[in-house]
């Protein structure tokens, strides 16, 4: 998890527009398969991390990005989608501002992360 100054992000090789989001916490998120067996306690987890960092942060804005590079291991495609689908539900229930990079795709894009030591968080699920 990052808290970002800005992010954009468009679709690699496209001459679509990019899409700029400000200030807010960037997750990029990974999906393993041993994740698939603890659904419910996996998403638990992960809005609880979300929540507290956008809480230390001051942020509302969530940014929640696939990211199937971090591991070996990865989840079912379909699982992966739906278990950001359904964080980003809990969040919004709780009144976070929730922008979902489209799952499946690659993407170019830029971050500008801020500086302070929480501005960098990692957390293993």
């Not at 170019?108 to 960098?120: D, I, R, T, Y």
């Amino acid at each position: 998890m990052f808290h970002v100054e800005s992010f954009w992000y468009r679709p690699n090789e496209s001459n679509e527009n990019k899409t700029e989001i400000g200030e807010s916490v960037l997750v990029w998120i990974h999906s393993e398969a041993l994740d698939e067996n603890n659904k419910s306690s996996v998403i638990r987890k992960m809005v609880k991390n979300i929540r507290w960092l956008s809480n230390k942060a001051g942020c509302e804005t969530v940014i929640l990005h696939s990211f199937a590079h971090l591991d070996d291991s990865k989840a079912n495609p379909d699982f992966a989608d739906s278990l950001i689908e359904e964080v980003a539900l809990k969040l919004r229930d709780r009144d976070y501002d929730v922008h979902i990079v489209p799952f499946g795709h690659f993407y170019e894009f830029n971050v500008h992360v801020k500086g302070p030591s929480l501005a960098k968080v990692f957390k293993k699920i």
